[in-house]
């Protein structure tokens, strides 16, 4: 597969616009015709606007990068819900062996609070995030977001990605790139 076959795929599914299909082409000529594997596959989706990436890597802060991350996905989701007031309410005690956080927003002016549990400043709780993420889908959207399941090496880090699919394009991406949706 390649980034070429993702974008097209994507367009066949009505993920994406012909025209978003070929502006980001056009952004990736230099490699589109390389050959991906499906974690690389996986991460091509956020660039087509249909994915947001929860990076495995550390970040500035989970002060700031909740807020960050969910802006990105309210926006793939369309910005028709309103998330504010993001932030972190941390736990007792340091993070050797975890603190026990809670991440609070408001989601169109309704509070939301989802337990966290985080090692470090600098590190998202992926489960946390995609929960979190999970709620920027409006309720009358027939997309909801999913994470994304692929090929892992044992021992390698990799970012969790969510896709907004329906059914049907989700059931497209597992046959035509092999991913799945735990």
Known sequence: MTYRRVGALLHE????????????LDRAAVYADD???????????????????VHADDIDSIHDGYASLLADAAEAAGGRVAISGVRVVEGEGGFEGGRFDTLEFERDGEPVSLSAEHFAVDYYDHEAACRAIAVTAH???PRSWRNVGFAREPGAGYDSIMVLATP?????????????FP
């Open 168 to 180: 049907g394009q989700r059931e497209a991406l597992h046959r035509h790139l092999g991913l799945t």
């Open 35 to 53: 050959e991906l594997d499906q974690y690389a596959a996986a991460q091509a989706l956020e660039s087509f606007g249909v994915a947001v990436s």
């Open 139 to 141: 309720g009358d959207d």
């Open 13 to 24: 599914t009505g993920m994406v616009s012909e025209e978003k299909m070929r502006s980001v």
